[in-house]
């Protein structure tokens, strides 16, 4: 049995067994959806492959896709909005890194040193995921997402009619909070 330490969206400390390593992720996506998270922000963010990018499921880490009154595509985390950055690929004799997309946000006064970066001049930013690099990984697509790449429907179907609002008291847990 694995346990699994996550933080509530109100900051409680909530510890929920896992049967096996093969429902981790799926334990984290159910509790990710309501906002929940588990673990800090490593020092330079999560690292992701690019080709992931496009379909990352942002629920594993609590997170969730938002697009600004602007059209900035961003991500809402723990109550802070990480802007969308495409970076583009370095190569010169110092350093050779391919193109990458940041999400990042200016840093504020209570965020900890090990995830502050300093930027040219004196503006501090901390990032929440990098992805560069590496091979695909299917685990952190959305489920029954296609891959990046693969062809997509030419019409999607109409959508099931709504239900009917039910009453207050039988909503389900499960429902996100945003």
Do not use: C
């Not at 946000?105 to 503006?123: I, N």
Request: glycine share 8%; charged share 30%.
């Amino acid at each position: 049995m694995l346990h699994l330490e996550f933080m509530t969206d109100l900051g409680a400390r909530v510890t929920v067994d896992v049967e096996s390593a093969d429902k981790l992720l799926d334990v984290q996506r159910h509790y990710g959806r309501l906002g929940w998270t588990s673990g800090e922000i490593p020092t330079g963010g999560y690292q992701f492959p690019l080709d992931n990018e496009a379909d990352f499921d942002w629920t594993l880490i609590g997170a969730r896709r938002w697009t600004n009154p602007e059209g900035e595509e961003m991500v809402i985390h723990r109550g802070h909005a990480y802007r969308r950055r495409e970076l583009e690929a370095v190569d010169s004799r110092k350093m050779k890194l391919p193109a990458a997309v940041k999400f990042s946000r200016g840093a504020k006064s209570t965020d900890p040193e090990h995830v502050r970066e300093k930027s040219d001049g004196e503006f501090e930013y901390v990032t929440l995921a990098i992805f560069r690099g590496g091979k695909r990984q299917e685990r952190y697509a959305i489920p029954g997402n296609r891959a990046q790449g693969a062809p997509q429907p030419a019409a999607r179907p109409a959508p099931a009619p709504r239900p009917s609002p039910r009453p207050a008291a039988a909503q389900i847990e499960e429902e996100t909070p945003f």
